[in-house]
């Protein structure tokens, strides 16, 4: 472990939303932050969105969808819930562990044409983004 304060994204599945916002999180936060994304469960990583991350240049194909660490839980400042299931469901958060929810839609779970589904994605990326530059700003 870096000597850096730990962000933890979790999510249900660790495949859609928490991947792309640890990706997005290592570029925007990596040098004041060690960025770690987790799932209640392990769904696998969504080539969706490893495609819409690489729109952006951002490369998350080496990435794997885990479940939650207790030791990585045990030593976070800071644990982002990114679906209500999560913020349900996840375990007692060890005591001086802040925690924030930013309710994103699943885009695993958008339906239409392949260009209205991509757009989902897009969307909850740039919702992901704007929120990690507001955290930056905050510190």
């Avoid at 730990?6 to 859609?16: Q, V």
């Avoid at 001086?96 to 695993?108: F, I, M, N, R, T």
Wanted: hydrophobic share 35%; glycine share 8%.
């Amino acid at each position: 472990m870096s000597n850096k304060p730990i962000l933890y994204f979790l999510c249900t599945g660790n495949s859609c939303r928490s991947q792309m916002a640890e990706g997005l999180g290592k570029e925007i936060l990596g040098d004041e932050w060690d960025v770690h994304s987790a799932g209640i469960e392990a769904h696998g990583l969504n080539p969706k969105a490893v495609e819409m991350m690489n729109e952006i240049g951002i490369d998350i194909s080496d990435q794997e969808s885990s479940i939650i660490d207790p030791e990585i839980l045990n030593n976070t400042q800071l644990v982002i819930t990114l679906c209500g299931d999560a913020r349900e469901n996840c375990p007692v958060l060890p005591k001086g562990v802040k925690s924030e929810h930013w309710g994103l839609v699943d885009p695993a779970k958008a339906e239409g044409t392949e260009e209205e589904v991509n757009q989902v994605f897009r969307d909850v990326r740039d919702e992901i983004k704007n929120r990690l530059m507001e955290l930056k700003g905050r510190k």
